[in-house]
């Protein structure tokens, strides 16, 4: 099912989100919300991975969170699905690494998308 509402909201947002959008479209007729599981740590290359793919809807739900002042706690356990009470330190280490790599998908990840 395709999200509109999503897509609607995430275009009114900064610039680099709408590349994100432009890039989300193109991959994906038909997005999944949050189908894959949340690794602690985000696998890092220079290019786009099949984890970033599974986890584009994460990484903009992610960057929405945090523009919006949304606490770590909140964006654990809504958008990560990681409980920070019961697993504070893979709770903090996921959404650490997941923002990190939201931030390079606005940055240089977007770009590969486009292609």
């Known amino acids: 099912m395709h999200n509109n509402t999503v897509y609607r909201s995430l275009w009114i947002g900064s610039r680099p989100k709408r590349f994100l959008v432009l890039a989300w479209v193109k991959m994906m007729a038909k997005p ?15 290019d786009l991975t099949d984890y970033d793919r599974a986890h584009f809807i994460t990484y903009v739900r992610l960057l929405d969170a945090s ?9 654990c356990r809504i958008v990560l699905g990681i409980d920070p009470v019961k697993e ?3 709770a903090k280490r996921a959404l650490e690494s997941h923002l990190r790599r939201a931030r390079w998908m606005t940055e240089r990840g977007f770009r590969q998308l486009l292609q």
Not at 32 to 46: E, R
């Open 88 to 90: 504070p330190s893979r």
């Open 32 to 46: 999944k919300l949050d189908c894959a599981p949340i690794l602690d740590d985000v696998p890092w290359s220079d």
């Open 67 to 75: 523009d919006d002042d949304a606490s770590d706690d909140d964006m």
